[in-house]
């Protein structure tokens, strides 16, 4: 596929090379997409897995191996001026996005009782508001082929101890349903996939053991099980699946 042919897509929150983000850029660039990507090291600086400095520039020599252009950016999605700059920087580079891969997430494990406002605007500034700029951003620019356009955001239905994080994912899905409908005379498909628990390094030994048990497939769920799916959903074949709440997590309990 020539350069020139290839189709842009962007894909949020690529910043450590054992996501499902990561993974996802790879996989779209094999399938013949040239790819921007944004990630956010000040996040993953305050996680517990630690900043993965050298992962955008090896995600970008890696997709650029398989035949993509590529672009990544460092993002602050909490930042509602973030959106237009991002869309701006990557039209630039790469020309008119035809897929939108909302992958970031701001997520803090707290309950009902010890979450602080603070930290609950964080999350709903970061999952659900930056989902809603991004979206109509993607949708006032858009300009591909009727048909070809595609959005996914990556949710959740953790609440339970995890209250901010789960709430603001919950509102990303009903964003993402919402366009479905809402850009469908552009042409475009918008999904949810919920991947359920998958093995992306913030899991400790003891907790991938009892997870896994959860699943009648007995084991975890794994970066690329989730790319495999984003990838059919922005092929033409994946063209008639749209308004979807996907639970793409090997059937757990």
């Given at each position: 596929?020539?350069?020139?042919?290839r189709p842009s897509a962007l894909v949020t929150g690529a910043g450590r090379s054992a996501g499902i983000a990561a993974t996802v850029v790879l996989d779209?660039?094999?399938?013949?997409?040239?790819?921007?990507?944004?990630?956010?090291?000040?996040?993953?600086?305050?996680?517990?897995?630690?900043?993965?400095?050298?992962?955008?520039?090896?995600?970008?020599?890696?997709?650029?191996?398989?035949?993509?252009?590529?672009?990544?950016?460092?993002?602050?999605?909490?930042?509602?001026?973030?959106?237009?700059?991002?869309?701006?920087?990557?039209?630039?580079?790469?020309?008119?996005?035809?897929?939108?891969?909302?992958?970031?997430?701001?997520?803090?494990?707290?309950?009902?009782?010890?979450?602080?406002?603070?930290?609950?605007?964080?999350?709903?500034?970061?999952?659900?508001?930056?989902?809603?700029?991004?979206?109509?951003?993607?949708?006032?620019?858009?300009?591909?082929?009727?048909?070809?356009?595609?959005?996914?955001?990556?949710?959740?239905?953790?609440?339970?101890?995890?209250?901010?994080?789960?709430?603001?994912?919950?509102?990303?899905?009903?964003?993402?349903?919402?366009?479905?409908?809402?850009?469908?005379?552009?042409?475009?498909?918008?999904?949810?996939?919920?991947?359920?628990?998958?093995?992306?390094?913030?899991?400790?030994?003891?907790?991938?053991?009892?997870?896994?048990?959860?699943?009648?497939?007995?084991?975890?769920?794994?970066?690329?099980?989730?790319?495999?799916?984003?990838?059919?959903?922005?092929?033409?074949?994946?063209?008639?699946?749209?308004?979807?709440?996907?639970?793409?997590?090997?059937?757990?309990?």
């Amino acid at each position: 596929m020539s350069a020139a042919s290839r189709p842009s897509a962007l894909v949020t929150g690529a910043g450590r090379s054992a996501g499902i983000a990561a993974t996802v850029v790879l996989d779209l660039a094999r399938a013949g997409w040239d790819v921007a990507f944004t990630y956010w090291t000040p996040y993953d600086a305050r996680m517990r897995w630690g900043k993965d400095p050298g992962a955008p520039g090896e995600l970008r020599e890696a997709a650029s191996s398989l035949g993509a252009r590529t672009f990544a950016v460092e993002a602050d999605l909490s930042d509602p001026a973030v959106p237009a700059q991002l869309f701006d920087s990557v039209e630039g580079e790469l020309g008119n996005v035809t897929a939108l891969v909302l992958c970031h997430a701001e997520s803090v494990d707290s309950g009902l009782l010890d979450t602080t406002v603070e930290s609950f605007d964080l999350h709903f500034a970061v999952n659900a508001r930056a989902t809603w700029l991004l979206i109509r951003e993607y949708g006032l620019r858009f300009r591909g082929q009727h048909g070809t356009g595609r959005v996914v955001s990556l949710t959740s239905d953790h609440t339970a101890g995890n209250l901010p994080y789960g709430a603001s994912k919950g509102a990303m899905d009903r964003i993402t349903l919402a366009a479905s409908h809402e850009l469908a005379h552009l042409g475009v498909t918008c999904n949810a996939i919920n991947p359920g628990p998958t093995d992306t390094g913030w899991m400790t030994e003891e907790q991938k053991a009892e997870t896994a048990g959860y699943t009648p497939l007995g084991r975890l769920g794994v970066p690329q099980d989730c790319a495999n799916l984003v990838t059919f959903l922005c092929s033409a074949e994946g063209g008639w699946i749209n308004g979807q709440l996907l639970n793409s997590n090997g059937g757990i309990g």
